[in-house]
């Protein structure tokens, strides 16, 4: 983990192992769907003010781990608020948005440098237009493992009750390149 930059605000501190440019893959899964794998990649950037910036696409991915299509964007932004509560604000332009609310625990801290975390979070408002599917609720587990960003979402949607849909595991790097969330050998 690189050190951070000096100019950041000192409210993001207990969230700035989310700081950068992460990619990997992930499966989804649902009662109402069949079971996929996908391609992430998640950017999670801070411009000086006390409040992170966080931007992530997916795609669907065939069985050898190249992008067949894309799938979900979402973008919003982490405001920390007092005793290590966290408030996340998102939007999806499948026609919701939502507010979460939940915490951060700093696990481990190597030379001022936070090695392991994580952030559990669950929706406090769902908003979706006419046209959306029916979303009633999430849960969201984010943490910082041997180097990793590892998160999970439940959620109540389609009649079905809170049921784990997505997980994923990803490492630090850029995601640019056409291939980049496909498997190591």
Known sequence: MAPLPSSLPPEILPLSWLLGSWA????GQYPTIEDFRFGQQIVVTNDGRPFLT?????WLLDDDGHRIRPLATETGYLRPRPDNQVEFVLSHPAGYSEIWVGEVEVL???????????ASL???VVA???SAKPYEAGERLYGLVDGELMWTFDMASMGQSMTNH???????????????TAPSS
Do not use: M, N
Request: charged share 30%; net charge negative.
């Open 108 to 118: 481990a801290l190597d030379t001022a440098v936070i090695t392991s975390a994580r």
């Open 122 to 124: 669950r929706t406090d």
């Open 166 to 180: 997505l997980s994923a595991r990803l490492k630090p790097g850029t995601g640019d390149d056409e291939d980049s």
């Open 54 to 58: 966080y931007a992530s696409r997916s």
């Open 24 to 27: 990997g893959v992930g499966l």
């Open 128 to 130: 979706r237009t006419e």
